[in-house]
């Protein structure tokens, strides 16, 4: 079946880590690729997306993703991650021809000082 | 895992009419559910908070009497779209938040509005 895989439940580092978050989805075709975050207690917000142009998108607060259309890839990555970093991040894709926001079911991060 | 139910996945009305859009959580109980819509090659964009037996947080631009949000028990949401209109056509789609497992955050599959 169609899906948007997130292989990593629970991700848990040192401040100061290097973090990279899988995210991988099976549709063909044209696809835009998003990444959301949410911080404990908070609505859902929008890191970063991709629509088209470089596959390398820069989001906020640090945070970038690279799309590898040959791997039907986009993952998530921060150099360096701090304790506010804590939070759980969630891949989603529309596919082509479709205003369909398709989730994976989310990776939750936790940051230790 | 728990799941979110969201009703109907596809609506089609005319003009005018207005449209009731369920999200339940199966098996936890939502203290919070969150209503969301994306606009075609956008990312979702928060309509309002619905806590339980309280009344709704709408975001700045949303109007509450268009978009009307009823959080009536634990485990339902509903948002009806009154005298909807073809720009009010877009996909909806709630999250369910629980305090139980951790504050992870649950999606419905959405719901596809076109308002002919």
């Known amino acids: 079946a169609q899906s948007v895989s997130q292989h990593n439940h629970h991700v848990i580092l040192s401040e100061a880590a290097s973090l990279e978050l899988g995210c991988n989805y099976s549709y063909g075709g044209t696809v835009n690729l998003f990444w959301y975050v949410q911080y404990p207690g908070q609505h859902l917000q929008l890191l970063l997306k991709y629509f088209s142009g470089d596959p390398l998108v820069k989001g906020i607060k640090g945070f970038e993703a690279e799309f590898i259309k040959s791997k039907f890839s986009f993952n998530l990555r921060k150099p360096s991650v701090q304790w506010s970093d804590t939070a759980e991040y969630f891949c989603a894709v529309t596919p082509y021809n479709t205003d369909k926001l398709i989730f994976g079911t989310g990776t939750r991060l936790q940051v230790f000082p | 895992g728990a799941v979110v139910s969201q009703h109907p996945s596809r609506v089609i009305c005319k003009s005018g009419t207005s449209v009731k859009i369920e999200c339940r959580s199966l098996d936890f109980q939502a203290t919070t559910m969150f209503w969301y819509r994306q606009f075609p090659k956008q990312s979702l964009m928060l309509m309002a908070t619905s806590n339980e037996g309280s009344k709704a947080t709408y975001e700045q631009g949303v109007e509450k009497d268009k978009f009307l949000i009823n959080h009536a028990s634990l485990t339902l949401s509903t948002l009806t779209v009154t005298s909807a209109h073809p720009e009010d056509s877009s996909f909806y789609i709630c999250?369910?938040?629980?305090?139980?497992?951790?504050?992870?955050?649950?999606f419905g599959s959405g719901t596809q509005l076109s308002v002919l």
């Open positions: 999250s369910a938040d629980t305090r139980q497992i951790n504050e992870k955050l649950f």
